[in-house]
């Protein structure tokens, strides 16, 4: 493992002789992988996630992001796409032969197809167990999918031409068919449903002593943000600045993405106000609403998780007197919705609850009538996605695109759909990024 302060790389025995600190600069590791169990990381990994969420350090970012890529890359080295097939046929191979060659005297000629066709049936219901595996990505649910096509197409030519040419037996055959044709219908059934929601592999508690840890040995993380605070003083604003209004607002479900945007300068670069729907930040939500209100032709952006809470912004922005209420104001729905994940060929971390779906059944009838039947099926089932599962810099991607794509809403724009009244316009974006 290399020391990323001096950049030496320190094999175990040079670790353990120096009690976990670098051979050649004496700097302590945060991790030693060795000792983790299943769950490994190491220093340069967890740095370089804090480097990339960061976009080398140029973006804020929440504690939460920071778990959810973490997560992410330990789901994916433990599932090694690169070189799958491969792995598959060498111990296809070899397990034919040792096994077949060994028990060859019981079983006589047919040993080795026998042997063949326990690994194939124990690899078909290993790679079936993988595409409903909450463990894994969805790139690596797809891959799973798409190798018990293979197997099935493999097993299926492959029977039928021994059972005909080698063996001369219908028995075989027919086993051949059926097992061929019964992991080609798994591998096509699992690639169309690859929204599997997910487990973290990581604890929350777990994650925060690793993040403790490494600021004690390396310092305070430059780019992560603290838990928002409430201010529920007010601010003197001056009066020459509330005579001027923004053309824009964006406004989240959740104080900590409000928080962010607002600390990578997003409200600036874009000429707009940033606000939870919380009311952050409290010390000036009411003299920025007063400013807002002032417009006639604002733009209003709703940013939210793909939750029950989360698609009903629009619904309260619309209804609360606290924000539009009897307003004409023009609302463009971000995202995320339910209809951007189940679009989305990225694959977004999915996850399920008992008290999510309670909450989808009991959405107001004006959310609900707007979603189409699979996107109430979808939620209905208990599944959402948070936006801090995304990084900061793919949130302020969208959100621009969204800005930028909504300019002149009076051409038609293929990517936005208005499903409100005239007079009362609200628009949904139809991807995610």
């Not at 007063?290 to 032709?297: D, H, T, W």
């Not at 733009?299 to 619309?318: E, T």
């Not at 209905?380 to 302020?396: A, H």
Request: proline share 3%; hydrophobic share 45%.
């Amino acid at each position: 493992m290399k020391c990323i302060n001096c950049g030496t790389d320190n094999k175990l025995k040079d670790r353990t002789a120096k009690n976990g600190r670098c051979m050649q600069c004496n700097h302590p590791f945060v991790f030693e992988p060795t000792t983790m169990g299943n769950v490994k990381i190491t220093d340069p990994m967890f740095a370089k996630a804090i480097a990339d969420i960061s976009a080398n350090n140029t973006l804020f970012f929440t504690h939460k992001q920071l778990l959810y890529l973490l997560d992410n890359r330990l789901r994916r080295n433990s599932f090694p796409i690169a070189g799958f097939g491969c792995i598959y046929l060498f111990f296809g191979v070899w397990t034919t032969l040792f096994f077949g060659g060994f028990l060859s005297g019981v079983l006589g000629k047919n040993s080795f197809l026998i042997v063949l066709c326990i690994y194939l049936l124990v690899l078909v219901i290993s790679l079936y167990k993988n595409t409903k595996s909450p463990k894994i990505n969805s790139k690596a649910r797809r891959t799973s999918a798409r190798i018990l096509q293979l197997i099935g197409v493999i097993i299926l030519l492959g029977g039928m031409f021994i059972s005909i040419s080698i063996l001369n037996s219908f028995i075989v055959f027919v086993i051949a068919v059926i097992a061929g044709m019964l992991s080609l219908y798994l591998g096509t059934i699992q690639l169309k449903n690859i929204g599997v929601a997910q487990e973290f592999l990581l604890t929350q508690s777990q994650f925060q002593d690793w993040l403790n840890r490494w600021q004690r040995i390396n310092g305070s993380i430059l780019k992560a943000l603290p838990a928002a605070r409430e201010e529920n003083a007010s601010v003197t604003v001056n009066p020459d600045v509330t005579a001027y209004s923004f053309d824009r607002l964006v406004v989240c479900d959740r104080t900590a993405i409000a928080q962010q945007l607002i600390a990578n300068n997003f409200h600036f670069e874009n000429n707009c106000a940033i606000l939870s729907v919380t009311g952050y930040p409290q010390s000036i939500f009411d003299t920025t609403m007063e400013m807002l209100r002032r417009n006639p032709e604002l733009k209003v952006y709703a940013l939210h998780d793909c939750s029950p809470k989360g698609i009903s912004l629009v619904h309260q922005l619309r209804t609360s007197p606290k924000w539009f209420f009897n307003s004409n104001v023009t609302i463009i729905d971000i995202g995320i919705l339910p209809r951007q994940v189940l679009a989305t060929k990225q694959g977004m971390f999915i996850q399920a609850s008992p008290d999510s779906a309670q909450a989808a059944k009991d959405l107001f009838g004006e959310v609900r009538q707007n979603l189409t039947a699979e996107e109430l099926a979808w939620l209905d089932s208990g599944k959402f996605v948070e936006l801090e599962s995304l990084t900061p810099q793919r949130i302020i991607k969208v959100l621009q695109s969204g800005i930028a794509g909504s300019q002149n809403l009076a051409i038609d724009d293929s990517s936005l759909i208005l499903v409100g009244d005239t007079g009362n316009d609200i628009y949904l974006v139809e991807s995610f990024g």
